[in-house]
């Protein structure tokens, strides 16, 4: 579903990504792993247009994503949760779930909008009671399952998550993780970075290691679980 090649991706003359390639098919929810600065946001950000100048070869259901903007490539089926949520803080939750919808209203498609505020709505209950509540005093948690909730709004084929436990109590993380497992079993195609190694690894098929702008590691995640440097390295103590 979707192929990099040989990525490289820079900002200035800092080489983030490292001729990078991984693939993730249809129906797989895939994590990748490393530390901070490894180089994870950004390969997320080249996939998803909001990075211009990379090298290399994205390319999504047989279409080259090199050169699309970022609306077009939320068309396509890809829509991302971004790293520290982004969510429009002075607009209401409801507001911000419509803004996720928006190439739904481009298309037209607005009675399949309603249906989507509804599956969101059963998926997360809070943001119905919250439904009118500015979206930049909900917490933490709540942000993140508003974030979850607008990018669904598009109706992805590929859901790309930048850290979505980051920051968050335990509880809300075991919750985040769940909805993420039953999105996957409803057929959308996960591609998950998180610096929770475990915890993405153990929902995940695949995982890849990204070290330093390169990838250094790739297997199934039952592999990389008991991978040695990737337990000394990601994993801690059990
Ligand atoms: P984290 O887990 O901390 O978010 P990451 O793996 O997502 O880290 P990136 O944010 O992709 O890492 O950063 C990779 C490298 O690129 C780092 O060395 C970072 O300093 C650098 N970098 C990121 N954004 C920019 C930017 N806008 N300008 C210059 N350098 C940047």
Redesign the pocket.
């Known amino acids: 579903m979707l192929r990099i090649k040989n990525l490289k991706c820079s ?2 003359s ?1 080489v ?1 990504v490292h001729g990078v390639s991984l693939s993730v098919k249809k129906g797989e929810l895939i994590s990748i792993i ?10 997320l950000l080249a996939i998803c247009g909001l990075l211009k100048n990379w090298e290399g070869e994205i390319v999504f259901q047989d279409k080259d994503l090199k050169g699309m903007s970022p609306p077009a490539i939320v068309r396509s089926g890809i829509s991302m949760v971004p ?1 520290g949520r982004q969510i429009f803080s002075p607009l209401s939750v409801m507001d911000n779930l419509k803004m996720g919808a928006y190439t739904m209203y481009r298309k037209g498609l607005k009675s399949q909008v309603e249906e989507d505020f509804d599956m969101v709505m059963e998926m997360f209950p809070i943001l119905r009671e919250r439904a009118h509540q500015l979206a930049g005093t909900l917490s933490g948690g709540e942000q993140q399952m508003l974030a979850i909730g607008r990018a669904l709004m598009a109706r992805p084929r590929l859901l790309v998550l930048d ?1 979505p436990s980051m920051g968050l109590a335990p509880k809300i993380v075991e919750m985040i993780f769940n909805v993420i497992t039953t999105l996957q079993s409803q057929g959308v195609t996960i591609l998950l ?1 998180e ?1 929770n190694a475990r915890a993405a690894l153990k929902i995940s098929h695949r995982g890849y290691v ?1 070290e330093t ?1 390169k990838m250094v590691l790739q297997g199934s995640a039952d592999e990389l679980l008991v991978d040695d440097d990737v337990k000394r390295a990601y994993l801690g103590r059990d």
Do not use: F, M, R, W
């Not at 490393?34 to 390969?43: C, D, P, R």
């Open positions: 900002y200035g800092i983030a490393g530390a901070n600065g490894a180089g994870k946001s950004t390969l790293e850290e970075v610096q990204l702008g």
